[in-house]
């Protein structure tokens, strides 16, 4: 039970997947931002969903990975487009959050919370 939970295994049904873009725009209430990651998965009956890391305390960069899993059974191995939005309330580093990806990584700058 006090073992950590970093050196746990991974899951088997679920994985990273990447990106092709990665943007913060401004929500309706100021100071607010919505991540909106787009790219394509590489089975077109995958769920994808953005994933933030949890921190003991705030980070410089708030690390939030891009996953794919799917359902059991059957696998369509048809590349498909993908497009995830995320509200950022909460998660944001000290100077912003980073968008992880399989075989990418992009930081992404955001104002400091007024």
């Keep these: 039970m006090t073992e950590d939970f970093g050196q746990r295994p991974g899951p088997e049904s679920v994985r990273l997947i990447?990106?092709?873009?990665?943007k913060a725009v401004p929500g309706i209430v100021p100071d607010t931002f919505i991540l909106i990651v787009s790219g394509q998965k590489p089975y077109e009956n995958m769920t994808v969903r953005l994933v933030?890391?949890?921190?003991?305390r705030q980070p410089e960069y708030w690390g939030i990975e891009v996953t794919g899993s799917l359902p059991s059974g059957i696998q369509l191995p048809v590349t498909a487009p993908y497009t995830e939005a995320l509200p950022l309330d909460g998660i944001r580093g000290t100077k912003g959050i980073e968008v992880i990806g399989a075989y990418k990584r992009e930081k992404i700058d955001l104002p400091r919370p007024v």
């Design 52 to 56: 933030p890391l949890v921190y003991i």
């Design 18 to 22: 990447d990106f092709d873009e990665a």
